[in-house]
């Protein structure tokens, strides 16, 4: 199946991606984010924002922000490539549109994104979450046009939206600089600097808060950044971890070229700071 296509969401320019330079003198165990993020983009390269390689959220709509709402609950435990599928299913049957997404029938919708996890709930949901946003807001370009701390509250009250969708939703789609916070962060953050923060058990905001408190209020480098620890962990910080590398060569989306960094051997950019692999090598 052929998910390309000329509709490539290109989110406006950062200036603060014209000042990517490695950061060489990040000390050891110190909670540094920026510096952190400089280091996973020497080694992946930048990979949203208009001057990215390949996409990382790969858009095939010409409403990419209902299609980025559409994946953030698709993704809902659920691997990513699934949801492309689904995606590119949505699209020929002309459902990345509120209008008709309000008015789907749930069962045609379930068998269109089948075999997502939780499919029938998450057909409902997004009819539901179609329905609620037109009633609301009337679209979506309104609804993000509210301030980023009120946008938020309002997401939670939707349908299959928790705190983590709300996130990504307003990040990715919306634009609002906002860090997302999932399993993959507190994993690689549990691993660098153990003692700044219970990782695993910490709420959500806590876990956003100290991250968040280090970075610049731009949402292109927000999006980047969890781009960015997204692929540091299914190439390296994986469950079993591959610091020396290589890199996992699973493939996570079908997008053309979206895995061009493969054929680096250079092993995991966090080592020098990360105290998991200072302990784990004595
Ligand atoms: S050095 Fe190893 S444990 Fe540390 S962040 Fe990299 S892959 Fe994870």
């Known amino acids: 199946m052929d998910v390309t296509s000329p509709h490539h969401y290109v989110p406006p320019r950062s200036t603060i991606m014209h000042q990517i330079e490695p950061d060489h003198t990040l000390a050891f165990a110190r909670l ?22 390949s996409p990382w959220w790969p858009i095939i709509s010409a409403n990419p922000q209902l299609e980025m709402v559409i994946g953030a609950v ?10 492309e599928d689904a995606i590119a299913r949505l699209h020929a049957a002309g459902l990345i549109d ?39 807001y009337g679209d979506l370009a309104a609804m993000f ?29 919306g634009q609002h600089p906002v860090f997302v ?27 956003q808060q100290v991250i968040a408190a280090g970075l610049p209020a731009d ?30 060569r699973r493939v996570y989306s079908r997008q053309p070229g979206r895995n061009s960094f493969l054929d680096r051997h250079d092993g995991c950019p966090l080592r020098s700071i990360c105290a998991w692999y200072r302990a784990s090598r004595g």
């Open 145 to 173: 046009r509210l301030p980023t701390t009120v946008l938020r509250a309002e997401l939670l009250q939707l349908p299959r939206i928790g705190p983590e969708t709300a996130d990504v939703v307003m990040l990715y789609a």
């Open 32 to 53: 540094d984010a920026l510096a952190i993020y400089r280091r996973l983009v020497a080694h992946f390269g930048l990979l949203c924002g208009p001057e990215a390689a």
């Open 74 to 83: 698709l993704v809902q435990q659920t691997r990513w490539e699934m949801v």
């Open 219 to 248: 949402p292109l480098l927000m999006a980047d950044f969890h781009a960015q620890l997204n692929e540091l962990a299914v190439r390296y910080c994986l469950v079993r971890p591959r610091c020396d590398g290589p890199p996992s």
């Open 98 to 136: 509120l209008a008709e997404l309000a008015q789907a029938d749930a069962e045609h919708l379930a068998t269109l994104i089948y075999p997502c996890a939780f499919y029938r709930q998450k057909a409902q949901g997004l009819i539901a979450l179609a329905q609620a946003i037109q009633q609301r």
């Open 181 to 207: 916070v999932d399993a993959y962060t507190r994993r690689i953050f549990a691993r660098l600097v153990p003692d700044r923060l219970s990782w695993e058990r910490a709420s959500y905001m806590q876990v």
